[in-house]
């Protein structure tokens, strides 16, 4: 699974939600559940463990266009679970 995201937005958003796009990329590597946050564009939220917390990423699906490395996620933006998504967490892992 590759990634792919703006190094300064990953800095602003550690700043803002207290989670980087890096360390996000780690609710990927364990249970995690995901649904649909948008339809344009297209953007799904994952929620799942990063750091010892739990946390949720909003990511796209991309393709690349130029060579034959297929499709990658691009991190948007992250954040600590709110009570909801944890509940919705519990509920489905």
């Known amino acids: 699974m590759r990634f ?3 190094r300064e937005k990953s ?5 803002k939600h207290g989670v980087s796009l890096v360390e996000a990329q780690e609710i990927f590597d364990q249970a995690y ?3 649909q946050k948008s339809d344009d564009p297209r953007q799904y939220r994952a ?3 990063c750091r010892g917390r739990l ?7 991309r393709h ?5 490395k297929g499709e990658y996620f691009h991190l ?5 679970a709110t009570k909801q998504e944890e509940q ?3 509920e489905n892992v």
Do not use: L, N, P
Not at 11 to 15: E, F, G, I, Q, S
Not at 55 to 61: D, G, L, T
């Open 4 to 6: 792919e995201f703006d």
């Open 11 to 15: 800095r602003d958003v550690k700043r």
């Open 33 to 35: 559940i995901v649904d």
């Open 47 to 49: 929620i799942g463990w």
């Open 55 to 61: 946390c949720s990423v909003v990511f796209e699906i």
């Open 64 to 68: 690349d266009t130029h060579d034959t």
């Open 76 to 80: 948007v933006t992250a954040w600590k």
């Open 88 to 90: 919705s967490y519990a």
